[in-house]
């Protein structure tokens, strides 16, 4: 069964970091772009960040570019994204998702597992 | 604002049928660029609904269709269900801002 876990949410003041990670397995990680996609309380969906299968290429939402840093760990079957600068905008339920194809580019195909999401929660 | 709008809710009763739109720009669904709708659950995470305009992931029901004309998208849900109360995304791609990009969403309620 294909599953994405993430971890690593929680409160955290402005202007500190925090590292997201997303578990996955029941499929062969390396061969599929992964991407972050948030959601404010009460509010809709925001695409965030995305990484090529392989971790060739990233790509940032404008929101976020400069703070947050996209990775993957092929070897653990793992994706990271690193958040510094934090605001209080950043709050949000930040879910992990698998795209079924290796690359992100282009306008085809919609994310096709998600996770269950984590929380981050930026608050003094 | 999103850059793919959707009405805020709709509703109907057990056993009708109600679309769901999504209307862009020439910058996306109109330069021809794919729609995708995504279903969330009450409390639960997104699920993909229908991927490249008008197919549907292995296990949703052939009760929901997508479709597109011009620069806005739809979902149809046909013999609607209680189940179905749900919020639902609009997905696409738009070449001015070079991302994907999400509609704001439409709460569904079952009546």
């Known amino acids: 069964e294909v599953q994405l876990l993430e971890s690593g949410g929680g409160l955290v003041q402005p202007g500190g970091s925090l590292r997201l990670s997303c578990a996955a397995s029941?499929?062969?990680?390396?061969?599929?772009?992964m991407t972050w996609v948030r959601q404010a309380p009460g509010k809709g969906l925001e695409w965030v960040s995305a990484?090529?299968?392989?971790?060739?290429?990233?790509y940032y939402a404008d929101s976020v570019k400069g703070r947050f840093t996209i990775s993957r760990d092929d070897s653990k079957n793992t994706l990271y994204l690193q958040m510094h600068s934090l605001r209080a905008e950043d709050t949000a339920v930040y879910y992990c998702?698998?795209?079924?194809?290796?690359?992100?580019?282009?306008?085809?195909?919609?994310?096709?597992?998600w996770g269950q999401g984590t929380t981050v929660t930026v608050s003094s | 604002q999103s850059v793919l709008t959707q009405p805020p809710s709709v509703s109907g009763a057990p056993g009708q049928r109600l679309t769901i739109s999504c209307t862009g720009s020439?910058?996306?669904?109109?330069?021809?660029?794919?729609v995708h709708w995504y279903q969330q659950l009450p409390g639960t995470a997104p699920k993909l609904l229908i991927y490249?305009?008008?197919n549907r992931p292995s296990g949703v029901p052939d009760r929901f269709s997508g479709s597109k004309s011009g620069t806005s998208a739809s979902l149809a849900i046909t013999g609607l269900q209680a189940e179905d109360e749900a919020d639902y995304y609009c997905?696409?791609?738009?070449?001015?801002?070079?991302?994907?990009?999400f509609g704001g969403g439409t709460k569904l309620t079952v009546l």
């Open positions: 998702a698998k795209f079924p194809s290796i690359l992100w580019s282009g306008h085809k195909y919609g994310m096709d597992v």
């Open positions: 020439s910058s996306n669904i109109g330069a021809g660029y794919d």
């Open positions: 490249n305009t008008t």
């Open positions: 990484i090529s299968g392989g971790g060739f290429s990233t």
């Open positions: 997905q696409s791609y738009d070449s001015s801002l070079s991302v994907r990009v």
């Open positions: 029941g499929f062969t990680f390396s061969n599929y772009a």
